[in-house]
């Protein structure tokens, strides 16, 4: 219970922090401004690992959580309480962004600005990117270490600084369904569900190219 209260944790918080950054410059006009939006992404993302690595992993994120169980580094059985406080987490942020920012039209939704065959295929490609890196520094099916917060936090604010104009650098199904669940724009959702998890899955498979299968314990 411990794991999945954190995972609910971090993951409310994350959301809450992006997403609401996200809010406050469209209520704003563009006051916290899109690199602003980029470092408090890759900042909260930082502190939440380094906060809660040691004990759920800090996965906060539906498609790692599948992925860390398709490399075998996780047990499946885990996979769907995982996601569920996951998933709870990001609604709660989203609800109470709802009340403190009530005209916020998009609540930090991710909305892309470009035809949805390509967001999905930056999606797939930006959710590589980072499983790569999460897969590489983390221990097991842990994100922890000193190096490891680092490593993941900066590759989601380079990925949030330059992909964000165009598909809002989602790349985890849970921050997208948050927004979508108290603001009602689902247009565009299935693309933000699907390709995080097949980028994070193809991750897996190049990194089984590279390392030896005693790598691959739970």
């Known amino acids: 219970m411990k794991k999945y209260i954190s995972e609910g944790i971090g993951t409310f918080s994350m959301v809450f922090c992006g997403t609401g950054a996200m809010t406050i410059n469209e209520i704003t006009k563009g006051e916290v401004t899109h690199v602003g939006i980029a470092i408090t992404w890759g900042l909260i993302v930082m502190a939440m690992i380094y906060a809660f690595g040691a004990i759920s992993g800090a996965h906060f994120n539906p498609a790692v959580t599948i992925a860390f169980a398709f490399a075998k580094k996780f047990k499946w059985k885990e996979v769907p309480s995982y996601i569920l406080a996951q998933s709870l987490g990001a609604i709660i942020a989203s609800a109470i962004l709802v009340y403190l920012f009530p005209t916020s039209e998009f609540l930090g939704g991710t909305i892309?600005?470009?035809?949805?065959?390509?967001a999905f295929i930056l999606e797939v490609l930006l959710t590589y990117f980072l499983m790569v890196v999460i897969i590489h520094v983390s221990t097991g099916s842990k994100e922890i270490g000193t190096m490891a917060g680092i490593a993941v936090g900066g590759v989601v604010l380079l990925e949030a600084m330059f992909a964000g104009p165009i598909?809002?650098?989602?790349m985890n199904p849970a921050r997208s369904l948050g927004p979508a669940?108290?603001?009602?724009?689902?247009?565009?959702?299935?693309?933000y569900f699907t390709a995080p998890v097949i980028g994070a899955i193809l991750a897996v498979l190049s990194y089984r190219l590279v390392r030896s299968d005693s790598d691959f314990k739970v």
Request: aromatic share 10%; glycine share 4%; hydrophobic share 30%.
């Open 112 to 118: 892309p600005s470009i035809d949805d065959h390509k």
């Open 167 to 170: 598909t809002k650098a989602s």
């Open 181 to 191: 669940v108290l603001s009602g724009n689902w247009e565009h959702q299935w693309l």
